[in-house]
């Protein structure tokens, strides 16, 4: 199984750590940093800190408006996946960088995987909660971290390859 993994801030780092890990004990992952946080104090520091591989791929988006950002983050993302043909494009919580990863999957037809599907705070004036919903009624498999995730997504008609999952 060859899969993308795609991080671009802290709490990403933190939950790619053992799965990077794993997948690559299983099987084959690259790994592509989106550039969202992009100070070295904010982002070299954990890769090293958390023994996470250093990127295979650096879109380097760097600063600007997240609709700045989610253009940019497309816009590279975009060669990597059909260079690499991955089987999967893995993406974590609910961030910019996690919306742009689930855009360019589904106009790419890459199967999508997203890990901590399913959580929702019921305000759909956050750009978090919007790139959740998007990003989960995008993919394929959804990692949900607990039963009420499992029951959010079921509640919007979500019950396709949903799996109770705790990182």
């Not at 750590?17 to 989106?34: F, N, T």
């Not at 971290?145 to 019950?159: C, F, S, W, Y």
Request: hydrophobic content about 45%; some cysteine.
């Amino acid at each position: 199984m060859r899969i993308v993994s795609l991080v671009g801030n802290r709490p990403q780092f933190v939950k790619a750590a053992p799965l990077c890990q794993a997948l690559r004990a299983q099987g084959e992952e690259i790994l592509v940093h989106s550039g969202q946080h992009y100070d070295p104090d904010l982002a070299d520091l954990f890769f090293d800190e958390l023994g996470i591989p250093a990127p295979d791929h650096a879109l380097a988006v760097g600063p600007g408006s997240p609709l700045h950002q989610l253009t940019i983050m497309m816009e590279r993302l975009e060669p990597v996946l059909a260079d690499e043909k991955p089987d999967a494009l893995l993406v974590y919580g609910d961030t910019t960088t996690t919306l742009a990863g689930a855009l360019t999957a589904a106009k790419m037809g890459v199967p999508l995987a997203h890990v901590e599907a399913g959580l929702r705070s019921f305000d759909k004036r956050m750009p978090e909660e919007q790139n959740r919903v998007v990003t989960d009624h995008l993919s394929d498999v959804l990692l949900c971290p607990t039963q009420q995730a499992v029951d959010n997504l079921a509640a919007e008609g979500i019950t396709r390859a949903c799996t109770l999952w705790a990182t």
